[in-house]
């Protein structure tokens, strides 16, 4: 026999699961199975992305995101390389097309001071230095 003080003891908050139907259930299921499985592929990158700026850093490069243009000046590509941080200093201060351009060098130094590098200090003495 059944303890179903057990069972609704067992569920906790989540008791009122049981009003629900079998379809109900099982689309929650398959809905959140979706979602576990992109969060955990989300964690795994974020994982590789630790690992492998952590190499890059040890060699004083960042990752760089480098907006290719035509020759009228309109963006036709974004990439993401990785330099060392004086090569990719140069290539943002002088890329001053437009907004995105202003924009994107804003974003990578904020994030270029936060993972610890001196971009004052780089860019003066021109020797790549990480904090």
Not at 59 to 87: F, L, T
Not at 96 to 118: F, K, P, S, V
Request: hydrophobic letters at 45%.
């Amino acid at each position: 026999m059944i303890n179903h003080l057990s069972l609704i003891s067992d569920l906790g908050p989540n008791a009122d699961l049981l009003l629900e139907s079998d379809l109900w259930l099982d689309n929650c299921r398959k809905r959140l199975a979706t979602e576990l499985s992109i969060r955990a592929a989300e964690f795994d990158a974020v994982l590789k992305a630790i690992k492998y700026k952590a190499s890059i850093q040890q060699n004083n490069s960042v990752a760089a995101r480098i907006i290719e243009r035509d020759e009228y000046g309109n963006a036709i590509d974004i990439s993401i390389e990785i330099m060392p941080i004086s090569k990719a200093l140069k290539i943002l201060n002088n890329a001053h097309n437009d907004i995105a351009d202003i924009a994107n060098e804003a974003a990578q130094r904020h994030t270029w001071n936060l993972d610890g590098y001196d971009i004052e200090t780089i860019e003066s003495s021109n020797i790549p230095k990480a904090g």
